[in-house]
């Protein structure tokens, strides 16, 4: 019974944005793909970079961004942290992604199309929160 309990408490818990994003490149173009989602790739220094930590803030950790994501898109974070632990093939396949991308600041985020093309890159954080991102994914999936 107890464990039914459980089960049920955890089903009913709220999905956190923070659950969807993966650090696996090359599992998400491959969901991607299969799942006909575009991907979302954004660049961080997640603990030295003032506008990655509120672009995080303010939209990636938001429920409503999760609510929006969970559906529509494949995220990939692929971080870049100094102070950090990150396991050295993380790192060097990370910088490899940002050398490949022509990453040239943070935060940087690209949407992918399903078949992997570029469609759109955003440098820096402009605000706008959860809505002013929705705004930008959805005009730049048309």
Do not use: H
Not at 104 to 124: H, M
Request: glycine share 8%; hydrophobic share 40%.
């Amino acid at each position: 019974m107890k464990t039914l309990l459980l089960c049920l408490l955890l089903a009913a818990a709220p999905l956190k944005a923070s659950d969807l994003w993966s650090t696996d490149y090359a599992a998400s173009t491959a969901q991607g793909a299969a799942e006909k989602k575009p991907v979302l790739l954004e660049f961080t220094g997640s603990d030295w970079c003032p506008p990655c930590m509120k672009q995080n803030k303010d939209v990636f950790e938001q429920p409503a961004f999760g609510e929006f994501a969970k559906d529509k898109l494949v995220l990939v974070k692929l971080d870049f942290p100094r102070s950090k632990p990150q396991a050295p093939e993380i790192k060097e396949r990370n910088q490899q992604l940002a050398a490949q991308y022509k990453v040239q600041g943070f935060p940087t985020v690209i949407l992918l199309g399903s078949d992997g093309k570029e469609l759109a890159r955003e440098v820096g954080y402009k605000g706008g929160g959860v809505p002013g991102f929705i705004e930008w994914v959805n005009a730049n999936l048309k």
